[in-house]
């Protein structure tokens, strides 16, 4: 990447995360998808899924004193899955920063909620590596904002929502299907089919299997409403 690249990139980083980076290599890795061949954002992200989890559960466990390990862990699920961090990787802009591969790009990996969702996990991996926990955990609280205390109640992820339609209806548990798939190793594409017997049927794309699950189980949820 041409110098000028490198400080968009570090101006994007210090506007986003409210951290001027040291180490510019490192956030540069964060924003790399494997497509690219270059050193990517895997073990970043496994470093930040750990820092996003411990910060969440703490934020959880002091923001609803009175709630339940149940009621709080439905909270925590939902707050920390790879739908809700693609959904802030998007208004944060970072698809604009992503380093992808022309047919990783191709393929719509730019727009995939587990390739956002990674990539916005990989950055608070480099945050927590270049600065510790408190900013990091400063960072978390900021993005995630008011989706933490917003809802009244225990939001319920798409699948569990869909589970719980069926049996509160006396049907048999929603059936998943993966019916297709295709593309590079790199960028694959998975279509499911979610079914409940003599209720009726929805299908969905993803970048991953667990993606293609959840916007099937919207999309039925959807057709149920």
């Not at 964060?30 to 411990?54: I, K, M, N, P, Q």
Request: hydrophobic residues 40%; charged residues 30%.
């Amino acid at each position: 990447m041409t110098a000028a690249g490198e400080q968009r990139i570090a101006e994007w980083v210090e506007a986003t995360l409210g951290h001027r980076p040291r180490d510019r290599a490192l956030f540069m890795r964060a924003l790399t998808h494997s497509s690219r061949g270059d050193d990517d954002y895997e073990r970043l992200e496994f470093l930040g899924d750990r820092v996003l989890g411990l910060v969440m559960a703490r934020w959880l466990y002091e923001l609803f004193p009175d709630e339940p390990e149940g009621k709080l862990s439905r909270r925590f699920n939902l707050l920390v899955s790879g739908e809700t961090c693609a959904e802030i990787a998007r208004e944060l802009g970072a698809a604009g920063q992503m380093r992808l591969g022309k047919q990783a790009r191709d393929d719509g990996a730019a727009d995939s909620d587990n390739v956002l969702g990674d990539v916005l996990e990989a950055l608070i991996g480099a945050l927590f590596l270049e600065e510790g926990l408190e900013p990091a955990a400063a960072f978390i609280r900021s993005a995630w904002g008011e989706r933490v205390s917003r809802n009244d109640k225990a939001p319920k992820h798409p699948k569990s929502a869909l589970q719980e339609w069926a049996a509160a209806h006396d049907h048999r548990p929603p059936h998943y299907e993966l019916v297709h798939r295709s593309g590079p190793h790199h960028a694959p594409s998975f279509e499911v089919e979610v079914s409940i017997k003599n209720v009726g049927e929805a299908r969905a794309k993803g970048l991953s299997k667990q993606e293609a699950e959840t916007e099937a189980a919207k999309a039925l949820l959807e057709k149920l409403a």
